[in-house]
């Protein structure tokens, strides 16, 4: 908590000009960002991603009026921002094939290394369940600022995360008598 | 108890989040429902190893956000220091002197030669021109998009105020007004030129120094690594050492030359 007392108290500070303070929000901030974005959107594109949240965040840092805590404020950007890119990338898959739409976003940017991670496993969920699990889970963050990134009430991130764990079992269990990718999914969760 | 509403409760007790229901009715439940047991155990391991696995960080691209970001508000000129407020200043007395001239043709309707309505369609336009200067000083930001039309209008009276001068329609007394309109344009080019070459000089200034501001030298040699063209993942072959080398020597003497 006091992290995110201290992110916010950067923001504070940035926001009036202070370059060292705008220096040291991106540094603190930046691996929690990063992360978000990769489970999101997929690791490979999470630089960029990154990179687009902090350059829409800097020149709107002004606005920033500190009654929120700059992480939820700044994960919410990162959230509108992976939204979009999985927008654009469901419609360049619509233009190019029209009937791939039953596919995980996943599959339009394959993993080079060609093995299931755990966050190829975050990709099939669906995208809100993605996120509230993501939030709450990999970068620990409580249900009521969860509720903040993800613009809803705590109940539906109860249930949301509640779902998207129910998925991931599901995941394990159709691991036995699915494809191997599904199978070698499942051992990774399960070994 | 439906199972859904146990299994939500179950999934946020995990979380050490309120349930939504009581923890005894929660626990009458699992006492009473083996499936729902299953799926807490499974839901603890698939918990633990998300959390674990979840995706890391490989490279730092910090200073590469840094260098891209663009400068805040709060970096750009403030135009408060003296040559900014000196131009203002200059905006404002150009303002004041030009709405001067405009009461007699707006208010009064009469400019020499002229007719009741030419004086005051002129009036309407010198005081087109008082408030572009007034504008500007107040806000030195839209100096740009005023100077343009200021300009054009200032280069027209005077080159009309020359003909006519010339040709004996009007005699200088009465055309040296036109030099306020000139001076106000002239302050708004100045100023435009002024916000535009700082705003980029600012930008320049913030992206060096996120590259070398910091003390230590290890961070400074990894920032400016990344500033590098992109260097191979996996370190092997000759490239990647001369790589490597780059960094560091780079680091040094940007770090010398600032120091």
Known sequence: MSSVDELTRLAQAARLGDSAALEAFVTASYDRVWRFCAALAGASVADDLTQETYARCVPSLRRFRGDASALTWLLSIARHVCAGELRSRIRTRENTTGDDAEDPDWRAVPDPTDEVTVADLFARLDPDRRAAFVVTQVLGLSYAEAAAVCGCPVGTIRSRVARAREDLIAMISAGDTASPATRQAGEILSS | ?259
Not at chain 2, 24 to 39: E, G, N, V
């Open chain 2, 1 to 259: 108890m439906e199972c859904d509403r146990a299994r939500e409760a179950i999934s946020a007790r995990i979380d050490g989040e309120d349930p939504g229901l009581p923890g005894s009715a929660l626990d009458a439940h699992l006492a009473s429902c083996a499936q729902c047991r299953d799926w807490q155990q499974r839901a603890h391991e698939v918990t633990r190893r998300a959390r674990l696995g979840g995706p890391f960080l490989e490279r730092d691209l910090t200073a590469q956000v840094l260098a891209a970001t663009p400068p805040s508000r709060a970096g750009l000129p403030r135009l408060t220091g003296g040559a900014g407020m000196a131009k203002r200043g200059g905006l404002i007395a150009v303002a004041l002197a030009q709405l001067a001239i405009t009461v007699p043709l707006l208010i009064l309707g009469h400019d020499h030669g002229a007719g009741t309505h030419a004086a005051h369609e002129l009036g309407s336009f010198d005081l087109a021109l008082a408030i572009a200067f007034g504008v500007g000083a107040i806000r030195p930001a839209l100096s740009a998009g005023l100077a343009w039309p200021c300009g054009v209008a200032a280069a027209g009276l005077v080159v009309t105020a020359v003909a006519d001068l010339i040709g004996g329609q009007t005699i200088g007394a009465d055309e040296a007004q036109h030099l306020i309109a000139v001076a106000g344009a002239a302050l708004l080019f100045w100023q435009a030129r002024t916000i535009r070459s700082g705003a980029a000089g600012a930008a320049m200034e913030t992206s060096r120094s996120w590259a070398v501001s910091p003390p230590g030298g290890q961070r400074a040699a990894g920032q400016v690594a990344f500033l590098l063209p992109e260097t191979p993942p996996e370190p092997s072959g000759d490239g990647s050492d001369a790589a490597r080398s780059t960094g560091p020597d780079v680091a040094a003497r940007d770090g010398g030359k600032v120091a």
